[in-house]
C-alpha cells in the first residue's frame, strides 16, 4: 500500500463550487504539506503544517484553505473555486528526526484538479 | 529571492548515451538540495540529497554532485526506463523555504 495517498485522483468542477482534496499518509509523519504544479512552473506551496495544532501559509495560499484532522490526516479546500486553480495537487511528508536538520519530502500521487 | 533554475527544459537521448542536467540556484544558508524524479501521472519520487558543495551521490545510473551555485545529475548510459522528468528542489534556513524548480523532461530512445 502506498504510503501518502490522495483522493481524488481526478476532479472536474466548476467555476463557484466548493471542494476538498484529502491527503492520508501512513509514514507516521508529523509534517504534511500542499502543493500545486503548473506547467512550465514547478511545484509552489500553498499551506504546511508541522503538527495537528499547526498550520501555515506557503507562497501561494490566496483561495485556499486546509484542515489536520489528525497527524495522519491534512485535507485542501477550494471555498469558490476559479479556473485558473486549475492544476496538479501533490500532498507530501516529512521527517526531520531528532536532528531538527533538513528533511526530505515524500509525496502522494497527485489529484488532477479541471475548473470549468 | 531564492531561485532555482534547471536546464536544459527537455533532453533527447539515445540509449547509452551519457549527459548531464543542471540545477542552477541561489539561495542564503543552503540547509539541503534535492533531485526527485517524476514520471507521467505520478507524484515526485525521492533520488537523492545534498548537503554541502563537493558532495556526491550515486544511485545506479544516477550520480548527483553539489556546488556552491550548482547541482548536476549526470546520467550514465541511460536506457529507456530513465525517461522521466526530473525535478531539482533546494531547501534554505526558514520552515517553508522548500523551491523547487521547473525540471528537465529527459526522454531515452531505444
Known amino acids: 500500500d502506498a504510503d501518502v495517498t490522495q483522493t481524488p485522483r481526478n476532479r472536474i468542477t466548476k467555476t463557484g463550487k466548493r471542494i476538498m482534496l484529502e491527503c492520508s499518509q501512513t509514514?507516521?509523519?508529523?509534517?504534511m504539506y500542499w502543493y500545486r504544479q503548473d506547467p512550465g512552473l514547478g511545484l509552489r506551496l500553498i499551506y504546511y503544517?508541522?503538527?495537528?495544532?499547526?498550520?501555515n501559509k506557503g507562497e501561494i495560499s490566496d483561495g485556499y484553505s486546509v484542515s489536520r484532522q489528525a497527524q495522519a490526516k491534512f485535507s485542501l479546500s477550494l471555498e469558490s473555486a476559479i479556473p485558473n486553480q486549475t492544476a496538479l495537487y501533490f500532498c507530501?511528508?516529512?521527517?526531520?528526526?531528532?536532528?531538527?536538520?533538513?528533511?526530505?519530502?515524500?509525496f502522494g500521487p497527485g489529484t488532477r484538479l479541471t475548473v470549468l | 529571492e531564492d531561485q532555482v533554475t534547471q536546464s536544459p527544459e527537455a533532453l533527447r537521448l539515445q540509449e547509452g548515451e551519457s549527459s548531464s542536467l543542471n540545477c542552477s540556484y541561489t539561495?542564503?544558508?543552503?540547509?539541503?538540495l534535492f533531485w526527485y524524479r517524476q514520471d507521467p501521472g505520478k507524484g515526485p519520487e525521492f533520488l537523492f540529497t545534498?548537503?554541502?558543495a563537493g558532495e556526491e551521490k550515486e544511485k545506479e545510473r544516477l550520480k548527483a554532485t553539489l556546488t556552491k551555485k550548482e547541482s548536476f545529475l549526470h546520467i550514465t548510459a541511460p536506457k529507456p526506463e530513465d525517461s522521466a522528468t526530473y525535478l531539482c528542489?533546494?531547501?534554505?534556513?526558514?520552515?517553508?523555504?522548500?523551491?523547487f524548480g521547473a525540471g528537465t523532461r529527459l526522454t531515452v530512445k531505444p
Open positions: 507530501a511528508t516529512s521527517d526531520p528526526g531528532t536532528s531538527g536538520a533538513t528533511d526530505t519530502q515524500y
Open positions: 509514514k507516521g509523519h508529523d509534517r
Open positions: 503544517s508541522f503538527d495537528v495544532k499547526d498550520i
Open positions: 539561495v542564503s544558508g543552503l540547509r539541503g
Open positions: 545534498l548537503y554541502s
Open positions: 528542489a533546494v531547501q534554505g534556513p526558514r520552515n517553508n523555504d522548500m523551491r
